[in-house]
């Protein structure tokens, strides 16, 4: 059993079954993520019997660097890790004057299938444990903290779909956010879907104030689903329905990303379906020129295009940031870096 699986809770029931109070799990708790020991030797203050029993029947999975890349900018920097099994997950750090922000895999591979995407175009592999997802927290954590930096921002917007492997995801996002540990404030947390209705719902109904965000790219349905194939299956009404249901329930904005593609769905057609599409609903777009990919012919748009569909959504009364995928030069796109590395370059 990886410890890092486990919530606090989780932690303290193993604890109680092998006959400790929750004290102990308290200290073994306060080891793993404020002090983030490395290994069960370093628990040195636990009664030895119990560590004895740890080192028997626990792990500490941490995740072995398989790559590290630099953008030139030496602001973003680029991991390849690898899980227990030989997989590889990307795990990507953005530095910002005062504040770092984590890019986090959620599976391996992805099930979606989304056109433009690198990690949707090598399929789906499996989901990531709640340690495998932790993990790749720690790893950032440890190498900011070489430089007295702290983690701010969490983007669960690496590979993979977190709403389809749901339970993995919030187990550690309760990890990450326990104020025992890491402590890492929900809202500093986003988590970005492909948009699975029940999913959303579901999210609504549960007690996590993490962000919200949509990945749309299109504002009609036939256009939607010759990009993410999954809109055949939960088209933009089911979709949309459900986030009026979570914006409505939880009294919180979502955030919709569109990958802006020259000629595909940077038209002002576009802009004018998407400012009606979202009329009523708290949003916020987040336009991101695409980024190209190997398996995907599309090109990023260029600025004017940008600006004019942003103008559209103004007249919607729709606030609109454009983002600049960071790290363009290591490949910091969402899974091209582990297809560059599979292709030999
Ligand atoms: N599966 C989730 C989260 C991971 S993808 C989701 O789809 O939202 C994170 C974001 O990167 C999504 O908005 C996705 O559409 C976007 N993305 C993926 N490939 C891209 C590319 N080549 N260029 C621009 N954005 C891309
Ligand atoms: Fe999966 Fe998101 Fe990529 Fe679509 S964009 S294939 S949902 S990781």
Same mark, same amino acid.
């Given at each position: 059993?990886? =410890?890092?699986? =486990?919530?606090r809770n989780e932690l303290g029931h193993l604890l109680a079954e092998w006959g400790y109070g929750d004290y102990h799990a308290g200290r073994i708790w306060d080891y793993l993520y404020r002090q983030k020991v490395r290994s069960l030797e370093e628990m040195v203050e636990l009664r030895p019997e119990l560590r004895k029993r740890l080192a028997a029947e626990t792990t500490l999975a941490r995740l072995p660097t398989q790559l590290t890349i630099d953008s030139s900018d030496g602001l973003t920097r680029k991991f390849l890790l690898q899980l227990a099994d030989g997989q590889e997950v990307e795990t990507v750090l953005m !530095?910002?004057?005062?504040?770092? #922000?984590?890019?986090?895999?959620?599976?391996?591979?992805?099930?979606?299938?989304? /056109?433009?995407? +690198?990690?949707?175009q090598m399929g789906f592999v499996r989901h990531l444990t709640p340690g495998e997802i932790v993990a790749q927290v720690l790893h950032v954590v440890a190498l900011l903290q070489e430089h007295s930096?702290?983690?701010?921002?969490?983007?669960?917007?690496?590979m993979g779909e977190?709403? *389809?492997?749901? %339970?993995? #995801?919030?187990?550690?996002? %309760?990890? =990450? #956010?326990? %104020?025992?540990?890491?402590?890492i404030g929900p809202r500093y947390i986003t988590l970005s879907t492909v948009g699975l209705p029940p999913a959303i719902r579901r999210l609504a109904d549960e007690e996590r104030p993490v962000n919200? +965000?949509?990945? $749309? *790219? @299109? @504002? #009609?349905? +036939?256009?939607?689903?010759? $990009?993410?194939?999954?809109?055949?299956?939960?088209? =933009?009404?089911?979709?949309? %329905? +459900?986030? !009026?249901?979570? /914006? @409505?329930?939880?009294?919180?904005?979502?955030?919709f990303e569109w990958a802006l593609i020259a000629g595909q769905n940077d038209t002002p057609e576009q802009a004018h379906a998407l400012g009606r599409l979202l009329q009523g609903l708290e949003a916020h777009v987040n336009?991101?020129?695409l980024n190209p990919t190997d398996g995907y012919a599309g090109r990023p748009s260029d600025s004017a295009a940008v600006r004019h569909f942003q103008d559209i959504l103004a007249e919607y009364g729709l606030p609109s940031t454009v983002r600049q995928r960071r790290g363009l030069d290591i490949a910091a796109g969402c899974g091209q870096l582990r297809a560059q590395k599979k292709n030999g370059r």
């Open positions: 059993m990886n =410890l890092y699986d =486990l919530s !530095r910002y004057p005062g504040r770092a #922000t984590a890019c986090i895999s959620t599976q391996a591979g992805c099930a979606m299938g989304c /056109v433009f995407c +690198a990690t949707g930096e702290e983690l701010r921002n969490i983007v669960l917007m690496g977190p709403l *389809h492997n749901y %339970d993995a #995801t919030m187990t550690a996002i %309760d990890i =990450l #956010t326990d %104020d025992r540990g890491l402590a919200l +965000a949509v990945s $749309l *790219h @299109a @504002a #009609t349905d +036939a256009g939607r689903a010759a $990009l993410v194939p999954i809109n055949k299956r939960w088209p =933009l009404g089911e979709l949309i %329905d +459900a986030c !009026r249901y979570y /914006v @409505a329930r939880r009294g919180r904005r979502i955030f336009l991101i020129p």
